[in-house]
């Protein structure tokens, strides 16, 4: 792959070809996943502003889970069921 923001990836087995990682990284629109309704978003909403904004939702979760004494039942409430929704 002559891409550089695959320079450092190393490919070992068929599991993901060179050719699917330079579709991803292209954005070809005929690969299947690639839209946003395949993700559960409206037509219009990028998919780069959605992850933004989980990955705000979760590391704001995490600093409040952090901050608290932890027990097994509230680490499962105040961080397991929120991490699993939001995934």
Not at 29 to 39: E, H, I, T
Request: glycine share 4%; net charge positive.
């Amino acid at each position: 792959m002559q891409n550089a923001p695959l320079r450092c990836v190393t490919i070992a087995g068929n599991l993901l070809p060179p050719d699917l990682l330079q579709r991803i990284l292209d954005g070809d629109p005929k690969l299947p996943g690639m839209r946003p309704c395949d993700f559960g978003l409206a037509d219009t909403e990028r998919i780069s502003e959605a992850i933004n904004r989980s990955w705000q939702r979760m590391t704001a979760l995490w600093a409040r889970f952090a901050a608290t004494p932890k027990d097994p039942r509230s680490t499962q409430k105040n961080l397991l069921f929120p991490l699993f929704a939001e995934l």
